[in-house]
């Protein structure tokens, strides 16, 4: 099984609501991202999670928030957005370890997030 | 970090080979070159990857020149599936950041 799962697809939310995102992935990685993709532009990555810890934190503000709740899952909890929010939420998985030196990360099909 | 320049837009017939450049010219002795493409509403899913040597797996080819200033991926029999956005990124070894390219958008015509 090489599949990392997301839900849900698509997501609407007003400014002022609190809403979460939820990533899975059965392939025993431990390594755990979190990218925002706006539209005709290549990823950006937001968090990484390294053996159910925050490794990276790549100055995302803190109306996003991450959670890995063990080393399946991985949820993004959002807070106070703002329109320019809005964007396809990406979570990826991979092999983790000093030795892996060529691993590939493995994409869900990401959350189409709209921000009213 | 090295960063990477692609052609914005590819065209391809199908059936016929797609070879989507790549250049790196600033690219480290540790940083590998990888491919992932992301067709459309889809998430990006990862072709092949290199440091050197050139490589192939089911889904294509990795020819990287002995500079390793550029690189070339080929699609050997394209078919409209092949339809994406292809990115060539590169990798610092040990680290966990992808530098992405702009993407090149290729499209197979029947």
């Known amino acids: 099984d090489t599949e990392v799962t997301q839900t849900p697809k698509h997501l609407v939310m007003g400014m002022t609501n609190k809403k979460s995102l939820k990533c899975e992935q059965h392939?025993?990685?431990?390594?755990m991202y979190w990218y925002k993709q706006k539209a005709k532009k290549p990823p950006e990555l937001m968090f990484v999670?390294?053996?159910?810890?925050?490794?990276i934190n790549e100055s995302v503000p803190s109306r996003f928030s991450p959670e890995c709740p063990n080393s399946s899952l991985l949820n993004l909890h959002l807070h106070a957005l703002q329109p320019e929010d809005s964007a396809l939420y990406l979570c990826?998985?991979?092999?983790?370890?000093?030795?892996?030196?060529?691993?590939?990360?493995?994409f869900g099909p990401g959350t189409r997030l709209t921000v009213t | 970090d090295a960063k990477t320049t692609q052609p914005p837009s590819m065209d391809c017939a199908e059936g016929r080979a797609a070879n989507l450049p790549c250049n790196h010219s600033?690219?480290?002795?540790?940083?590998?070159v990888y491919w992932y493409r992301q067709i459309h509403s889809q998430g990006p899913q990862y072709i092949i990857h290199?440091?050197?040597?050139?490589e192939t797996n089911e889904m294509a080819s990795l020819i990287i020149t002995e500079d390793r200033k550029s690189s070339t991926l080929i699609l050997p029999h394209a078919t409209l599936r092949d339809t994406a956005v292809y990115y060539c990124?590169?990798?610092?070894?040990?680290?966990?950041?992808?530098?992405w390219g702009a993407g090149t958008k290729l499209i197979i015509k029947p």
């Open positions: 990826a998985s991979s092999q983790e370890g000093h030795l892996s030196i060529s691993y590939e990360q493995y």
């Open positions: 392939m025993g990685h431990r390594a």
């Open positions: 999670y390294s053996y159910e810890k925050l490794s």
């Open positions: 600033t690219i480290s002795g540790n940083e590998y």
């Open positions: 290199g440091l050197k040597n050139n």
């Open positions: 990124i590169v990798r610092v070894a040990f680290r966990y950041q992808l530098i």
